[in-house]
């Protein structure tokens, strides 16, 4: 059972920056799809960057190209999310997910990830 929890939230002003952490369970872990999702309040779960099973290949939404970098650790089934240039608008819990199934995808979409940590706040203020 693989399980993820996240850390590094906390409030900062706009402009600045956080890094996210997620630490995962399992032997498998370099095998897993890894992915950032975000909800702000009162508005459904969104994709925010997903990475390779190497760290080779990652994807961004639209919304934080250029501002936020995801990175992997195999060796210590560490998963990150460097944010930089923060707006207010990035204010949400920010979930950590993994998709098991052992694809290659890189999926922006909820459905395809099958654990999902806590989440950790993150608050930007202006």
């Known amino acids: 059972q693989v399980q993820l929890e996240e850390s590094g939230g906390g409030l900062v002003q706009a402009g600045g920056s956080l890094r996210l952490s997620c630490a995962a369970s399992?032997?498998?872990?370099?095998?897993?799809?890894m992915g950032w999702f975000r909800q702000a309040p009162g508005k459904e779960r969104e994709f925010v960057a997903a990475?390779?099973?190497?760290?080779?290949?990652?994807y961004y939404a639209d919304s934080v190209k250029g501002r936020f970098g995801i990175s992997r650790v195999n060796a210590g089934n560490m998963v990150y999310l460097q944010m930089n240039s923060l707006r207010p608008e990035d204010t949400a819990v920010y979930y950590c997910?993994?998709?098991?199934?052992?694809?290659?995808?890189?999926?922006?979409?909820?459905?395809?990830?099958?654990?999902w940590g806590q989440g950790t706040q993150v608050t930007v203020s202006s």
């Open positions: 997910a993994a998709d098991t199934s052992g694809g290659s995808y890189l999926s922006a979409n909820t459905v395809d990830y099958d654990r």
């Open positions: 399992g032997r498998t872990f370099s095998r897993y799809v």
């Open positions: 990475i390779s099973w190497s760290g080779g290949r990652t």
